[in-house]
């Protein structure tokens, strides 16, 4: 291994200013201000912000058309109590069918992803009360995904190392195993194995007891190990017709692939099927302000809609700033077109896969629209990740803002159970307003930082 690096960030300690934050360690360099694609520190040093934030940030920082249009209805009101209409919330649901697809034409408003998602479960068990299903309560998801962090969520992603900690607290929901090109069988091709990998359903609907599942919850592309591997139309093709044999509803976890990230509006668009609730948030408002909403179709909406009541709320859900940022930012996307330019500067950063993958550490490289994934492993024949003894990650970290690069990683490489023998996903995936030339100044210091972090941890 190399000498120990130098000058580089270090956890930040909590102690002065921060001793009464809890549970916060971050590197020890200090937000200041937000512009474009890029984040500046406290000492005036420049980062890309390569992820997205947590693949959260759709729209520029700093937007001026979205600043002005929250400072305005700030000078409006900031809450609506419950018994008052809202018109912001119906102009936001308006909106917002005009982009999602099929008919999912009905929106519920909350305030961030995990709560769109426990949303969508309440929402799948009543409908299927509605529909004239009362025992169907299951919801059945993938092995190692995530869908979010209260604990329903929680259930449904089955993590092994959040499982670890809260399992006697969690639902036991059945899972499956997701899409993955890892495990392929050699001479199967992508359309067949998408097939196979679906079938999965079917069985694990069979062992619950068909009358009891009431939906299959799952992200347009995978997670975990697997995160951003975009399966085969016909994987979906099929996840739907064995839903719709079995009468289980399909819903469409779109939390990080909404809003153009994928380059299309939603990720499920690039497939041939459609969903039956669709959860988002993240770049629903580009985080300006916490937001999330779940879309339901025509079919769903309708008992509700004829006066069976929906047991849920929340205080913040559908708050006025967010709607009015949500609003903005339908029509900052389709001005700007911020679609098309994901396409465009897909195919740009997607052209640096062969000079990624020709790095020692680099397993794969993977992805959609301006959704890249790297999985990072010591040794590609083992496809094992680091020791905890090397500090793979917190180095990956530093090396990565000293080259000026903020980057997002899911910190779990070294938790992985060693049967996993799987890599760490690393995600590109800035603003979609990105431009050719900001794409290849980012590429080059990605380039030039993993060779860095490589000379520290091989």
């Not at 305030?111 to 009543?126: D, F």
């Not at 979906?236 to 809003?259: K, P, Q």
């Not at 330019?341 to 195919?347: D, G, H, K």
């Amino acid at each position: 291994m190399a000498e120990p690096l130098h000058n580089l960030p270090d956890t930040l300690r909590p102690d002065g200013d921060w001793e009464h934050v809890f549970a916060y360690h971050p590197m020890d360099v200090a937000i200041e201000r937000a512009e474009g694609v890029y984040i500046f520190d406290s000492e005036g040093n420049r980062y890309f912000d390569v992820s997205g934030g947590p693949m959260a940030v759709n729209l520029p920082h700093n937007h001026p058309r979205m600043k002005r249009a929250i400072a305005k209805q700030l000078e409006r009101y900031t809450y609506t109590h419950p018994s008052i209409a809202d018109p912001m919330r119906a102009e936001f649901c308006s909106l917002l069918a005009e982009v999602t697809p099929a008919d999912l034409d009905h929106a519920y408003l909350v305030s961030g992803g995990s709560e769109a998602v426990e949303t969508a479960i309440k929402l799948a068990r009543q409908a299927q009360m509605a529909l004239g299903n009362p025992g169907k309560y299951k919801i059945i998801s993938h092995r190692d995904s995530y869908h979010g962090m209260t604990l329903a969520t929680l259930g449904v992603s089955h993590n092994p190392s959040t499982q670890a900690v809260f399992e006697p607290m969690l639902p036991k929901w059945p899972h499956i195993r997701q899409y993955s090109d890892f495990d392929r069988p050699e001479g199967m091709s992508r359309e067949e194995w998408g097939i196979e990998c679906a079938q999965a359903l079917e069985f694990a609907i069979h062992y619950a007891g068909a009358k009891s599942v009431a939906a299959f919850l799952a992200t347009p592309h995978g997670c975990g190990a697997d995160y951003a591997c975009v399966p085969p139309d016909s994987y979906w093709r099929r996840i739907r017709e064995i839903c719709d044999h079995y009468d289980v509803l399909l819903i469409a976890d779109e939390v990080v692939t909404g809003f153009g990230r994928t380059g299309k509006w939603f990720g499920m668009e690039h497939f041939s099927i459609d969903a039956d609730i669709m959860a988002m948030a993240k770049g629903i408002s580009s985080c300006y302000v916490p937001f999330g909403a779940v879309s339901v179709s025509s079919r769903i909406n309708a008992p509700f809609e004829e006066g069976t009541p929906f047991v849920h709320g929340y205080t913040f859900g559908g708050h006025p700033l967010g709607c009015a940022a949500g609003c903005e930012l339908i029509g900052v996307i389709r001005d700007e077109n911020l679609i098309d330019n994901c396409n465009r500067q897909s195919e740009r950063v997607f052209s640096y896969k062969d000079e990624l993958l020709a790095h020692p550490t680099v397993a794969d490289v993977r992805g959609w629209g301006l959704m890249m994934v790297l999985e990072l492993v010591a040794d590609k024949e083992t496809m094992t990740f680091f020791d905890r003894s090397v500090d793979a990650q917190k180095l990956f970290q530093s090396i990565a803002l000293k080259h000026g690069l903020a980057m997002y990683s899911s910190l779990g490489g070294a938790a992985r159970q060693p049967g996993m023998a799987r890599g760490l996903p690393i995600w590109i995936s800035p603003p979609l307003s990105i431009t050719t030339s900001e794409v290849e100044d980012m590429m080059r210091r990605v380039l030039a930082m993993l060779g860095e972090w490589e000379e520290a941890v091989l």
